[in-house]
């Protein structure tokens, strides 16, 4: 579909759509009425009751991990909320929200709502000492899902201690995909810059309300922009300096450095821009490429609370480019796990879990490789292309992944994912490009993305900035 071949779309894997379907439960809906009409209300309750009766397997499930977690009888008031990020209608999830906590009261759990449980009028909280010295319990239950089946996922909290998080899966009805009646998050693109010139990589020196300062790397050159009057002016082009020809499929990485202006990292050279006015040097080199955003590295993204109750940060982990191809050769700076080194890949993203981090790696060999440090698995059900990134957000689940795809007509898009489990769910509608996708980065602070995409109508290569919004 395009020149570069790292970033082609992943083959030998199914297309996931997220479009909104048909449910079984709006065709009963119509037979119901039909029913009521032509047999009387009597078949009307019990076909009701029939699709009730499919969610009572999982919600009885889900009720035993979580009493398991907060021990029956023995814990205070629950805080219960339940919220619909799958494709399931609005009664579907009301009749699953009743279930859940019916079955969650016949196991002695005593649900409240959240001002009832800080009241201290609550005749139930104050109904003995040992009840009224109780802490109220919030547990937060997410209706999501996957190519093959409903995912239920229920964050267990309890004052300062750390959350216990449970999860079961229900089956999904033959012939429905999972998707969403309305998608909880969006995507946003901004168009930064623009020109003729293949462009590998931007980076973003100063912004105000929006970006003032830039840095564009291309095959050649590094370029830095003011913006004045609402438009880029040039300030500085510095010469790239290569002794050997770049590889057909060319890629770079241009990133802020902390006692320096920039890096810039191409195959086989790394070149460094320092002083005012800046001045560059390159040199031949092999040192790893970063593949995650310093700010995560630094402090700046903590993630799961560790054995000393502390939060854990996420290593800098950087990864070795093959110079004479177009991808990483699965050596890093460092293991993750037991996993030393990972397969050959062309883009990778990042998802903390509740004890570990689950790594994403778009291999060469065609798939996507899902390892959190003691497996390595593979997905199956998608339509992503070779570019795939992650961003940290105050939306959702806090972590979602970017990822490519593209259509007959050569265009490309990004769409928001994130993972309940191992399979991904998408989070947001997609955005779209008039064109292919050539490289997709995670921004400096960590919360949103630089696409850069070659616009195949004009043949010039357009810079976009994603950012999540956590409503439309």
């Known amino acids: 579909m395009r020149a570069a071949v790292y970033n082609a779309a992943i083959p030998n894997i199914i297309a996931n759509s997220v479009n909104r379907v048909l449910r079984p439960a709006c065709r009963l809906r119509v037979v119901m009425k039909i029913s009521c009409v032509l047999l009387g209300c009597a078949l009307l309750v019990q076909a009701l009751g029939a699709q009730a009766a499919e969610w009572s397997g999982p919600e009885q499930q889900l009720a035993r991990k979580i009493v398991a977690v907060t021990g029956q009888g023995s814990v205070g008031p629950v805080i219960l909320t339940v919220e619909n990020r799958s494709s399931l209608g609005k009664r579907d999830s009301e009749v699953i929200q009743n279930g859940l906590r019916s079955a969650l009261e016949g196991l002695g759990v005593h649900i409240v709502r959240s001002e009832a449980a800080s009241s201290p009028g609550n005749s139930r909280t104050n109904s003995s000492p040992s009840n009224s010295s109780q802490s109220s319990t919030s547990v937060k239950v997410s209706l999501s899902e996957n190519s093959a089946s409903y995912v239920w996922v229920a964050e267990i909290r309890k004052g300062a201690v750390e959350p216990v998080m449970v999860m079961v899966t229900a089956p999904r009805p033959e012939g429905t995909t999972a998707g969403y009646e309305t998608v909880p998050l969006s995507l946003r693109k901004t168009l930064l810059f623009a020109q003729d010139d293949p462009i590998l990589d931007l980076v973003v020196l100063e912004e105000n309300a929006t970006p003032t300062r830039i840095a564009v790397l291309d095959a050649e050159k590094i370029s830095t922009y ?121 883009s990778t993203a990042l998802v903390p879990r509740d004890k570990s981090m689950l790594w994403l790696f778009a291999a060469v060999d065609g798939r996507v490789h899902l390892i959190d440090g003691m497996s390595d698995q593979t997905t199956t059900g998608l339509d992503w292309g070779s570019d795939l990134t992650s961003v940290k957000t105050a939306c959702g689940a806090a972590w979602q992944v970017l990822a490519t795809s593209s259509d007959d007509a050569g265009g490309d898009s990004v769409r928001a994912y994130e993972f309940p489990d191992r399979d991904p769910v998408a989070v947001s509608a997609a955005v779209d490009f008039a064109g292919a996708v050539t490289a997709l980065w995670t921004e400096a602070k960590g919360d949103t993305a630089i696409v850069v995409v070659r616009n195949r109508e004009t043949g010039s290569y357009e810079v976009f900035r994603l950012a999540v919004a956590c409503s439309q």
Do not use: M
């Open 226 to 346: 003011r913006s004045q009057g609402g438009k880029w002016q040039l300030e500085q082009g510095l010469t790239v300096i290569h002794g050997r020809p770049w590889p057909r499929d060319l890629r770079g990485r241009l990133v802020a450095a902390k006692d320096h202006s920039l890096d810039a990292y191409l195959p086989g050279v790394l070149c460094r821009a320092a002083g005012a006015p800046l001045t560059l040097s390159c040199r031949e080199s092999d040192d790893p490429w970063p593949l995650l955003p310093a700010a995560w590295s630094s402090g700046g993204a903590s993630v799961f609370p560790s054995a000393g109750s502390t939060a854990a940060t996420i290593p800098a982990v950087g990864a070795f480019y093959a110079a004479s191809r177009n991808f990483f050769t699965g050596a890093l700076t460092a293991g993750i796990g037991t996993f030393s080194a990972v397969p050959k890949f062309y």
